[in-house]
T-cell receptor
Framework: GEDVEQSLFLSVREGDSSVINCTYT??????LYWYKQEPGAGLQLLTY?????DMKQDQRLTVLLNKKDKHLSLRIADTQTGDSAIYFC???????????FGTGTRLQVFP | DAGVIQSPRHEVTEMGQEVTLRCKPI?????LFWYRQTMMRGLELLIY????????DSGMPEDRFSAKMPNASFSTLKIQPSEPRDSAVYFC????????????FGPGTRLTVT
């Protein structure tokens, strides 16, 4: 199937690290993406990882990819209230002309 | 650079009326996508264009929906007649490299059909 799964909610304290998880279905996906959606806004591309990489770091963001388990995670260090949003992972299965988006994880950061 | 531009940002209409949503992609992006987002179904791809030509419209719900791209800088999504179940947020996105690569989204149009 083409289901990309994420947990629906995550609540963290300001200053802690957040880890958002994603399980995708197609091990041949070339690129995997993380998008952020703030209230009333569109999806904003945060970062992506190529399938031949295990990890990618970009300032406070760390993406980990486990191809064997088809598991993708996004770690946000020193989480701030401005990080509160819905986070979507997306995969691009081989031989398809589309991105398959997950259900989204709502991250709530409390003081 | 301006991102993807959509108008209107909010639309409230009565059942049976025609609704037209508009999109201007990022300049130079040859791919344009229309998505619909609802709580129940999440983010759904409706249709996408390459070089102004519709490539995949398999996600268009029914004949009441139509999309056009008369030139590289403008696209419309039309619903006629509109129904309450069409209420959703409609996003336009564009891409430089293709449908399997990074896409850049507009702010969306929140449609409410009463």
């Amino acid at each position: 199937g083409e289901d990309v799964e994420q947990s629906l909610f995550l609540s963290v304290r300001e200053g802690d690290s957040s880890v958002i998880n994603c399980t995708y279905t197609d091990s041949s996906s070339t690129y995997l993406y993380w998008y952020k959606q703030e209230p009333g806004a569109g999806l904003q591309l945060l970062t992506y990882i190529f399938s031949n990489m295990d990890m990618k770091q970009d300032q406070r963001l760390t993406v980990l990819l486990n191809k064997k388990d088809k598991h993708l995670s996004l770690r946000i260090a020193d989480t701030q209230t401005g990080d509160s949003a819905i986070y979507f992972c997306a995969e691009s299965p081989y031989n398809t002309d589309k991105l398959i988006f997950g259900t989204g994880t709502r991250l709530q950061v409390f003081p | 650079d301006a991102g993807v531009i959509q108008s209107p940002r909010h639309e409230v209409t009565e059942m049976g009326q025609e609704v037209t949503l508009r999109c201007k992609p990022i300049s130079g992006h040859d791919y344009l996508f229309w998505y619909r987002q609802t709580m129940m179904r999440g983010l759904e791809l409706l249709i996408y264009f390459n070089n102004n030509v519709p490539i995949d419209d398999s996600g268009m719900p029914e004949d009441r929906f139509s999309a056009k791209m008369p030139n590289a800088s403008f696209s419309t999504l039309k619903i006629q007649p509109s129904e309450p179940r069409d209420s959703a947020v409609y996003f336009c996105a564009s891409s430089l490299r293709g449908p399997s690569y990074e896409q850049y989204f507009g702010p969306g149009t929140r449609l409410t059909v009463t």
